[in-house]
């Protein structure tokens, strides 16, 4: 979604922003623009379409640039208005003077933007934004102090914002501010960086300032200024990033996503280390804060998440009652949040999310918290909004994922669930010696059964050329592997734009079966050793008597089923309740060959954001 960056300072500020924004451009967006000091004067440039555009445009116009001082920077998600030029940011007010940037949704926007008017305002875009530019605006006619006309005007805003505002009058210094979206001030010598996420100014400093909600921000090249909102001095703390800029390196891989795909191996390998010694020590969870009396009574978890963190914490369900016999409801936060729940102070809250941002999630929690729920966050991004509101933290160590379409920040939620769920069965008594040291063994084990899928992906390149055609696909698996079956079409999907739909196998003659003729190609996941490899093999029978073209991915030896299926994907024997963390990559690994093939967008898909800060 949408990005900001503003910095002052001595460098060529033009290549800053360019290059913050670049670091931003995961997030997706649609538009991008930058606002700059130069001499006295406010100079804006807004372009459509990729940042490349934006550069170019810079280049062509260089001769207009003599020396700009500061800037603000920002890449748009379309959310109040189309992606247009009109509507891109920065946005001013009527006379040019006052430029914005802005993340988040203005709710009141069409009552404060009808005042405005009222007052003589001229509006030329359709978005929520260019009210705030107003606003401050007016403000700054009364008070003739930026500071106060930003905390003055932001008292007024309802809804989701982060901010950045700069004034013709007022040089080389930008006012931020914040409310339920993320803001974070970077420290340098001689110069400051302020901008909505870490990538941002993670090339030039790690020295970071979150800023809360309700709080301002005035950075100059020499000074960061937080105050609250009513304008007292707040003394913040300085906190060390724990990134490294090589992160945003594609490291010689086509796509961000092939890269993070192959890191899957070490990251599980990082999410294990500390916790998991060997196969006779318990796990060490010290991340969990509840009391261990606590934990030996609990009886009901709520896990909720959306998207890919929601078919993580499908299979968590799977994994927690399988081990540790606690009863869990898995809801998606947006459901979640608008209806009555059964959430107490009894219950443990599980919110998963990869971004740690994600708005429905981040409401979701809230409303556990004032329910007096212990909640517990899994998430990718200890330094996010969402790990702020944890009673417990669980981070998942998977590094910075640039993709759109998450992966390895699904196997590390897995695996934490796995650690999770066998600390909670070693605390409640409930699973077998000889079986809990076999998980255990296995789960150290699955690095290299990853590996091995990577080592050799020709079988799945081949099956996403012969593929790549087809409009719509099936994917079936029963138990634990139905959330890989979701998550396996949801990729698809995402990357591809091919309609793809997971499904319990069993649900398959209930209605979807009425779909399948030769156009419909099935994936069925088959895992030997439970008790769903040969229901499954029955309903991909089902579907071949009914012309579908079929795709098995299992770690069967049996040579039987390379005469049901169209093409058999291998992968290495595995436990079926830990076979989620390597059946989701060859399916990772299918979407995106086939979405290479066909030429689409893989690292930033259409229409999609990486942190989904909107409701
Ligand atoms: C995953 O590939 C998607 N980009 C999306 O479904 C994502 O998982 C969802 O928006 C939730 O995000 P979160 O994990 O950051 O909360």
Redesign the pocket.
């Known amino acids: 979604m949408c990005g900001i960056v503003g910095y002052v300072g001595n460098r060529d500020v033009v290549e800053v922003l360019l290059k913050g924004l670049t670091n931003l451009e995961y997030r997706g967006y649609d538009s991008a623009g930058m606002a700059l000091q130069d001499c006295g004067e406010v100079k804006i440039y807004k372009t459509l379409g990729k940042l490349i555009n934006l550069k170019n445009e810079l280049e062509a116009k260089k001769s207009e640039l003599n020396h700009p001082t500061s800037g603000i920077g920002h890449i748009r998600w379309a959310t109040h208005g189309s992606p247009s030029l009109i509507n891109a940011h920065p946005h001013t007010c009527s006379c040019g003077r006052l430029v914005v940037v802005h993340n988040g949704i203005i709710e009141n926007y069409k009552e404060l933007r009808e005042e405005l008017i009222k007052k003589g305002c001229t509006f030329r875009s359709q978005t929520d934004t260019e009210t705030i530019a107003h606003l401050v605006a007016d403000e700054y006619a009364k008070a003739k102090d930026l500071e106060i006309a930003v905390r003055n005007s932001v008292k007024k805003l309802q809804g989701a914002y982060a901010i950045c505002v700069m004034h013709k009058d007022v040089p080389d210094v930008i006012v931020g501010a914040r409310k339920h979206a993320p803001m974070l001030v970077g420290i340098g010598e001689n110069e400051n960086f302020i901008a909505s996420d870490t990538p941002a100014i993670i090339e030039y400093t790690k020295k970071t300032i979150y800023l809360d909600d309700n709080e301002t921000a005035v950075v100059t090249k020499n000074s960061v200024k937080v105050t609250d909102k009513d304008g007292n001095i707040v003394e913040k703390k300085i906190e060390i990033l724990p990134w490294e800029p090589m992160a945003l390196s594609k490291l010689g891989y086509k796509h961000f996503m092939l890269k993070e795909i192959h890191e899957q191996p070490d990251v599980i390998r990082n999410v294990l280390n500390g916790k998991l010694y060997d196969i006779d020590s318990p796990i060490n969870l010290s991340e969990v804060k509840l009391d261990k009396e606590i934990l030996k009574k609990l009886n009901k978890i709520q896990i909720i998440?959306?998207?890919?963190?929601?078919h993580a914490a499908l299979a968590g369900k799977y994994i927690i009652e399988d081990f540790a016999g606690i009863s869990v409801e898995v809801e998606a936060s947006s459901e979640y949040i608008y209806r009555k729940t059964t959430t107490d102070a009894s219950t443990l809250v599980i919110g998963?999310?990869?971004?740690?941002?994600?708005a429905d999630?981040i409401t979701a929690i809230k409303q556990a918290k004032e329910k007096n729920a212990h909640v517990l966050i899994i998430t990718n991004r200890p330094d996010s909004n969402m790990a702020r509101l944890a009673d417990s933290l669980i981070p998942v160590n998977a590094g910075i994922e640039v993709s759109?379409?998450?992966?390895k920040?699904y196997t590390a939620q897995l695996i934490s669930f796995y650690l999770l769920a066998i600390n909670l069965a070693e605390i409640k008594g409930t699973l077998d010696k000889n079986y809990l040291k076999d998980i255990k063994h296995e789960l150290i084990q699955l690095p290299t059964k990853i590996e091995e899928v990577l080592s050799n992906t020709s079988a799945i390149q081949e099956c996403a050329r012969k593929f790549s055609s087809y409009k719509n696909f099936i994917y079936i698996a029963r138990g634990i592997n139905l959330a890989t079956a979701l998550e396996g079409a949801?990729?698809l999907k995402?990357i591809s734009y091919i309609n793809a739909t997971g499904y319990a196998a069993g649900e398959l003659k209930h209605g979807p079966i009425a779909m399948l003729d030769e156009t419909m190609p099935v994936l069925s996941i088959l895992v030997p050793g439970g008790i769903t490899y040969e229901k499954v093999l029955s309903n991909s029978e089902e579907a071949k008597a009914r012309n579908a073209k079929l795709i098995a991915l299992t770690s069967s030896k049996d040579t039987n089923i390379d005469n049901l299926f169209d093409v058999v994907l291998r992968i290495p024997q595995v436990m079926e309740i830990l076979s989620p963390a390597v059946t989701c990559v060859p399916l990772q690994l299918l979407a995106y060959y086939i979405a290479e093939f066909l030429g689409k967008d893989v690292d930033q898909p259409r229409n999609?954001?990486?942190?989904?800060t909107v409701e």
Not at 608 to 612: E, T, Y
């Open positions: 998440a959306c998207g890919t963190s929601l998963v999310s990869q971004s740690g941002e994600t999630t759109v379409a998450a992966t920040s949801l990729k995402e999609l954001a990486k942190s989904v």
